[in-house]
């Protein structure tokens, strides 16, 4: 799993050097962090297979029911991949989808996201919006050359640790 995910960053990072070099704020997009790897699977089957294969890998493994699908969040203890990348975002299709398998997107970090608008703005030649998934997940999809950027102000370890303490205080609710 680790050489296709290397060779999918390499191959989305050649996309991405074309999107960079003909921006007009080049220091806006070079200053972007790549953080994550999202890797989208057809089936439970296929995601349990990845799963087992990334786990060996990893020091931390987050899972999440959202949107009616599995999602796991893998920490690599080891090993980097291509663009210093340790963090792999596992996704199950969503049911009835029919979305392709394989890289989905990789989340670029940076303080700046936050005004991000007015750079992208600029750039009437892009494709974007601000999305949201529930209550702790936040960023800007970017759409290039067949392709996903997310740019997020935080990485999705925090995300996961929203999540489970929103799971601690309902607990801590329900013994009150």
């Given at each position: 799993?680790?050489?296709?995910?290397?060779?999918?960053?390499?191959?989305y990072?050649?996309?991405?050097?074309?999107?960079?070099?003909?921006?007009n704020?080049?220091?806006?997009?070079?200053?972007?962090e790549?953080?994550?790897?999202?890797?989208?699977?057809a089936?439970?089957?296929?995601?349990?297979?990845?799963?087992?294969?990334?786990?060996d890998?990893?020091?931390?493994?987050?899972?999440?029911?959202?949107?009616?699908?599995?999602?796991?969040?893998?920490?690599?203890?080891?090993?980097?991949?291509?663009?210093?990348?340790?963090?792999?975002?596992?996704?199950?299709?969503?049911?009835?989808?029919t979305?392709?398998?394989?890289?989905?997107?990789?989340?670029?970090?940076?303080?700046?996201?936050?005004?991000?608008e007015?750079?992208?703005?600029?750039?009437?030649?892009l494709?974007?919006?601000?999305?949201?998934?529930?209550?702790?997940?936040?960023?800007?999809?970017?759409?290039?050359?067949?392709?996903?950027?997310?740019?997020?102000?935080?990485?999705?370890?925090?995300?996961?640790?929203r999540?489970?303490?929103?799971?601690?205080?309902?607990?801590l609710?329900?013994?009150?």
């Open positions: 799993m680790i050489n296709e995910l290397n060779e999918a960053i390499a191959a990072q050649t996309k991405w050097q074309t999107l960079v070099v003909s921006r704020d080049k220091q806006f997009f070079e200053a972007l790549p953080t994550a790897v999202a890797w989208k699977v089936d439970l089957a296929d995601f349990d297979t990845c799963c087992s294969s990334l786990r890998v990893s020091d931390r493994v987050h899972l999440g029911w959202v949107n009616e699908r599995w999602l796991a969040t893998f920490h690599l203890k080891n090993v980097k991949l291509e663009q210093s990348i340790s963090i792999v975002k596992l996704m199950q299709r969503r049911p009835g989808s979305d392709p398998v394989g890289l989905d997107h990789i989340d670029f970090y940076s303080s700046q996201v936050a005004g991000a007015s750079v992208l703005a600029q750039e009437s030649d494709k974007w919006t601000h999305e949201t998934n529930g209550d702790f997940c936040a960023w800007i999809s970017l759409w290039f050359s067949g392709t996903e950027a997310k740019l997020r102000s935080n990485t999705t370890l925090d995300v996961c640790a999540e489970l303490e929103a799971a601690q205080d309902k607990i609710k329900e013994l009150e």
